[in-house]
């Protein structure tokens, strides 16, 4: 089998995927306040790279892969959003398989091998590549049921992160809960952007098993 180049970590060497947070991975610069104007969220020492083209905020983490432990659960902010909006693999970030039927998306389905199902469906996790698609299937717990989804259109859709509101003493507070919020919609200047969020159009349902299989042989 072909094994891709993934970072990784301790003794049993596990494969560490390219979008994974690294819990050495700390914040910097000043925090997310209220603009001065009441308008919204920024960073005081804000920069052009902390906003995306839609103008949205994105949380500051450092990009420092390889520091601490790498939780396998939570993904980094830029590297989730590199590996989404330029299609790489999630794993080892490269480019994504992509052939007639689009790119592929690891979903975990229980049962849902019927394409409609997936249709419009909305995605943090960046496409994989065959080799990692393998891999994954072989070392990720909570995937016991991978499931192959290709999409020709994957569309960028919005982003995922947390909506603050202003306080009457005139700071701000997260939402409980963090969310998808659609790019353009009007609170978008209220939210700071973890992940880039793509919605899965044109979907087919793969068979990865036959896939790799090809790719092994
Ligand atoms: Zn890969």
């Known amino acids: 089998m072909l094994v891709p180049e993934a970072r990784t970590w301790g003794p049993r060497h596990l494969p560490v995927p390219y979008a994974a947070y690294w819990s050495g991975e700390g914040s910097y610069g000043r925090r997310v306040m209220m603009r001065p104007d009441g308008a919204g969220i920024w960073y005081p020492d804000e920069t052009r790279a902390d906003r995306d083209a839609f103008g ?12 601490g432990r ?7 902010p830029a590297r989730q959003r590199r590996a989404q909006a330029e299609r790489l693999c999630q794993v080892c970030g490269k480019v994504a398989s992509h052939t007639r039927d689009g790119w592929l998306f690891l979903m975990t389905g229980d049962g849902e091998g019927d394409a409609d199902a997936w249709e419009g469906s909305l995605s943090t996790k960046p496409p994989i590549c065959l080799p990692c698609a393998a891999l994954a299937a072989r070392f990720c717990p909570h995937l016991s049921h991978p499931l192959g989804v290709r999409a020709r259109r994957p569309k960028i859709w919005g982003a995922f992160g947390t909506l603050f509101v202003p306080t009457p003493d005139a700071r701000i507070r997260a939402h409980p809960d963090d969310q998808y ?7 978008s200047r209220w939210f700071l952007a973890s992940q880039l969020v793509v919605e899965l159009k044109r979907c087919t349902v793969v068979d990865l098993d036959a896939e790799l299989a090809v790719l092994d042989g």
Do not use: K, T
């Not at 949205?56 to 520091?67: F, H």
């Open 70 to 76: 790498p939780e396998f659960s939570a993904l980094h």
């Open 181 to 187: 919020l659609p790019y353009g919609h009007r609170a």
């Open 56 to 67: 949205v905020l994105w949380a500051r983490v450092a990009d420092e892969p390889g520091q």
